[in-house]
């Protein structure tokens, strides 16, 4: 039996509606919704077009403080507001369709359009007679409740019009237009044609000069502003050729000396362009920048001496009173005023579990509560606390890896002095004969050896590179992370969630129970949604589901229930009010029956898969682990990394990132594999970052790559495919040499024709886009990624 | 062959409209969202027979 709604399991049978059947209220309630709102067709593009709503209820109450609204809106005024939501559940056309349809629901939604690739969903509506508290509320009551979070107000600026678009229809423009006047020169014009001659090659003229000045006018810019710094890179010969391009095409059409070169000039600043086009690999909410601003709330109730209201953090103070309710996070150091305050630390650590604390004691910033509210006051801001100090290194304010020179940067660095050198000889070889020869031959150098080919094979090999990486789970930051991958020499593990996974938890440790009284447990968990109930409900299997009487569930607590006639109790060890608590690493829940205690349930993260492969790495990388947690896992661990001098424990966020600057300053390239908050020092210092998550909308720290936990197992095919892709770049920067060398033989003679150059550059450019495509789709069937 | 001055200076003038066309596209940014359309365009605007 599955949910009408949503398609999962039901378990059980009291959630029925018109002959229906729903796995939980949520579900139902949506059902309910939208078939009062005539919006039933939901139901008829998709099965199960829903996603579970079998979740805790959520808090918007922060939405009606003004300045939060403020920051969250697109545009307002009188009449109207325009905001944007991002929703991670959209999936189908029926999300589609509905979300388009809110103002059958809610006629002060004047406009609903969703932008699918994105998951985002554009709304106008009547701020007047509908809050955005209540816009938010109605569309996480219909299933599609937004990702609400501090930076979206900040990433707004970077939606700018992309230039580069419009630079590109230009250049294609005056290149197709350029190539169709060209073609009657390439086929010959009789000498009673001149009239044609001349009014092509004007006109070929007139489309260079928005080649030039406006298309490839970023590469002079580029180019002036490295000849300012002394440092020459790949836009300067490409300049110069455009330059000497240009002024020879003008010069020979002016004076009526020849055609020019006008074809080739367009057919070049167009495949540059493109060359940069396929270089902006941009992924739709995947960010890379996060830091802790995006996991942290984005307000919090701060008391104000009579009741409660939501401030945004940024306007939290020292010695502030703040409220932190069930599955909120603690946004600052703070000192536990009242309440019971049972702080989860998973986020910081890595470790889940739950840690208790006394009035008067210090929490530190980043802990999640569970169970009931408590009460906090402030005594360091946000920024200084504990956790978030982290960003206030120097690490954080400087982008270190811009130091980082590609291949390509490398050698055009010797490319625009060995071009200059030949170009010049050239000159001076036929200076002493002929002085028009000699100026011809010495354009004709620059034109021919323009690496037009070497600005391509990077951004042609790397996008595609890209491209098979993304399909396998595994999302780069841009081209250029392709190159440093293949640099790293030495990989630094992080334990909790990066080599384990924190969804799939396995029972170490279970109480000894008779077949009948693990029908009860495993019917009290049927009912609740707590991940671990969920845990061992599946562990047991699918019973007879009991009679249930008084069945009540205290949050991040436990749950209890009277089952024929039987008390069970099932929860923390504070819950069963247990007065020996046996430490242990695994997570607990602890049973009790009718006031006996019964033992406990001991959960364990379990390893990914493909840990053993980490084996393989060994011969080619030193390879390390470092753990936040305490070393009770040796034993297993050391059958890969070794005791004493692969394996570290009790690592503090700091003591990580100084593990990676101490292996930096042997000169190592250092990978750093993590996933926590507490990794975030240490991934931006290594070399590479690589952040693994099990949800690619969870949150992940700033790093250079976000890899999906299930792809973990293929870390070494990633890593040695990075290679072959540094390799592609090689043999095309050889191919783009010979064809290099073919153009020069005909250059210093003096004899380029313009036919020849207009066939010699789009020639190698395809040459090289087709060999980087063909090549990196090789490399990645080698490395089975296809 | 002279009708070649002004058929290509015609044919000049047509592809820039198309140019100028492709800017008016780009700014009123029908570029921005290029895929949820074909998921659009196969939603009913009557109501599907209902069970």
Known sequence: MYCFHCGEKCILEDYEFEDKNFCCLGCKTVYQILKDNNLGNYYHYNEFPGTSQNKPELRFHYLEEASIIRSLLDFQNDSYSLISFYIPQIHCSSCLWLLEKLNQINPNILYSRVDFLKKQVNIRFDHNSLSLRDLVELLAKIGYEPKIQLQDSLRKEDRGKDPLILKIAVAGFCFGNIMLLSFPEYFGLKSTEKAFHNFFGYLNLLLCLPIVFYSGWDYFRSSWNQVKTKSLQIDFPLALGILVLFLRSFIEIIWDKGSGFSDTLSGLVFFLLIGKFVQQKTYHHISFERDYRSFFPISVALFDGIKYKPIPLSALKIGDRILIRNQEIIPADSILIQGEAQIDFGFVTGETSLQEKKSGELIYAGGKQTGGAIELEVVKSVSQSYLTQLWNQDLFKKESHDLFRTFSAKISQYFTWVLLGIACLVFLFWAFQDISLAISAFTAVLIVACPCALALSTPFTMSSALRILDRNGFYLKNTQSVEQLAEVNTLVFDKTGTLTSEIHKSIQIEPDLSSEEKNWVSSLCANSIHPLSRRIWNHYGQHKPEKIVAYKEIEGLGVKAQIQGHSIKLGSSSFIELSDKTPSYLSQVHLEIDGYYRGFYGFKNEYREGLQALNSLKKDYPIYLLSGDRDHELPFLSSIFKPDREMYFDQSPMDKLAFIGNLQEESKQVLMIGDGLNDSGALKKADFGISVTDNIDNFTPGSDAILEGNSFKKLSQFLLFSKDCVHIIHYCFGLSLIYNIIGLSMAITGKLSPLMAAILMPLSTLTIISFTSLGTTYAGFKRKLL | ?51
Not at chain 2, 6 to 13: D, Q, T
Not at chain 2, 15 to 22: I, K, Q, S, T
């Open chain 2, 1 to 51: 062959m002279n009708i070649l001055f002004l058929l290509v200076a015609l044919s000049f003038f047509m592809a820039l409209l198309f140019l100028l066309g492709f800017f008016w596209a780009h700014k009123t940014g029908q570029h921005k969202d290029l895929y949820t359309p074909s998921l659009r365009i196969l939603l009913e605007d009557e109501p599907l027979e209902n069970d």
